[in-house]
């Protein structure tokens, strides 16, 4: 099946300092990828869609100050968490669909859990 | 608005009772209803995905069925390691072609 892979599984930073997650798609091109964050026992919530090449779009609510995007190569979208606060730990996931679908099935990265001190 | 609600919000059974995990839906036009599997501290797992009312698919000890308001996930004879979070989404037709999910099902087997 399709491989999404991400990294960090886990950070620590203190509150003020920027983190980047990195999501890659390892045996497929991803024109799309998407970001979702889940807190504890809740479902997952869509942040963004990362578009290779152009501008993410974000969800309602979501700073896209806070939480710029890139998505620079068809393989490769990252993440990045700029000056987080504590109320920005949480679980982000990224995903994808293979061959360029805009239907179907997501595949999940492993997650990459934030806890900001 | 396109929703997703799943029941029960968790479900304890001993190892051998088959039980079923509810998803209802509501959506503007469905593209596809979709199932997952996931454990503590990982990203959800694929399991099924559904097009129309009245499609079945199986994995294993895993049977998922649609209807046009819900769909069910059967889960037959289940082991320990059946335990996970069960998550139901959907894509609507409308949307931007999000993918919408529920809360999940808490699944807890126990031997």
Redesign the interface.
Known sequence: ?AV?S?HPSRVICKSGTSVKIECRSLDFQATTM?WYRQFP????M?MA?SNEGSKA?YEQGVEKDKFLINHASLTLSTLTVTSAHPEDSS?Y?C?ARTGGS??????????S?LTVL | EDQVTQSPEALRLQEGESSSLNCSYTVSGL??L?W?RQDP??????LF?LYSAGEEKEKERLKATLTKKESFLHITAPKPEDSATY?C?V?AETG?????????T?LFVKA
């Open positions: 099946g999404v991400q998407f026992k809740q479902s997952l869509l869609t779009t679980f996931i995903s805009l239907t179907g099935e997501l595949f999940f990265g492993e997650g859990r | 593209r596809g979709f997952y501290g990982k990203g959800p797992e694929f995905t998550l989404a894509q931007g072609f999000k993918t919408i999910f529920g809360a999940g808490r």
